[in-house]
């Protein structure tokens, strides 16, 4: 059993509030989840250059001088905002892979937690009030954004185990559920060259959409896709740069619920998540059908869905 939230902000006004909004919902989670707690946040971007999010349990001495260091191996500028356990690098764009492969080598305690233009995920063993609080989440802006507590039944309880999972650029998933295939099917990724860090069943299932997604498909039809090539019981919800999707196994014994205004689309584990968003009482409020997969794009106004 686990927690998951969602927001999607159609109304730019309220983006400086995504952060307090999300971590209000996912504290009323709490009970799903109590081991470890993590958030995504899509936030702003700059032309030429991109982020990464990483990780070390020794921030003091892993943290000192990184930035100086991968500019020199870069050769461009490096900015750092370093924030408890999590540090985010402001890297020139294309770089990622180059920055990640250099990492154990710097300090072999960093651990990249995420990739891409606009996202930052930060997550750590804990309650998620005081996960949310040490990295001060609630005043972080951005256009959409999820969010996982965690009890864990597939691996251990470790910062690497804690949702969201990240595994392409600007690609994350927090999942409630057990995949049954995950180990045939991670083996398989990995052929394919799919980097995957964990023993996590959910990791195994950011990574296939991951694959797909770079073998041309879009959000929606990954999901759909993942209806016949994963097995277990699953709830998924996925955050991409521009789009925010959710698919359940056609069984559906998972509890989901959203909800859409002109303002937002929110999705939250039970309802409870849901009560103290703006305008809540007159939002359309319904449960996620079974094998039919929901996603928004900033691209396109309208919700697209599709049953499989």
Known sequence: MCGIVGLFLKDRTLEPKLGEMLTAMLVTMTDRGPDSAGIAIYGAGN?????????????????????????????????????????VLDLPAGSTAQVRAALPDIDP?????????????????????????????????????????????????????????????????????????????????????????????????????????????TLGEALERSLDDLDGFFTFVVGTKDGFGVVRDPIACKPAVMAETDQYVAFGSEYRAL???????????????????????HDTPTPTEKAA
């Open 47 to 87: 032309a030429g250059r991109t982020k990464m999010t990483v990780q070390s349990d020794t921030p003091d001495t892993a943290f000192a001088g990184l930035d100086d260091r991968l500019g020199k191996l870069l050769g461009a500028p490096v900015g750092m905002r370093a924030k408890s356990t999590h540090a």
């Open 109 to 217: 305690s960093l651990r990249m937690m995420s990739r891409g233009d606009t996202l930052e995920i930060y997550k750590e063993v804990g309650l998620p009030r005081d996960v949310a609080a040490r990295f001060d989440v609630a005043s972080m802006s951005g256009s959409h954004g999820i969010g996982h507590t965690r009890m864990a039944t597939e691996s251990a309880v470790t910062t690497m185990g804690a949702h969201p999972f990240n595994t392409g650029d600007d690609q994350c998933l927090v999942h409630n559920g057990s995949l049954s295939n995950h180990n045939s099917l991670r083996r398989r990724l990995r052929r394919d060259g799919i980097h995957i860090e964990t023993e996590n069943d959910t990791e195994v299932g950011a990574a296939y959409l991951t694959w797909q997604m770079q073998n041309g498909a």
């Open 275 to 297: 009560v103290d968003l703006p305008g809540i009482e007159t939002a359309r409020v319904w449960e996620p059908e079974p094998a039919t997969v929901y996603f928004w794009s």
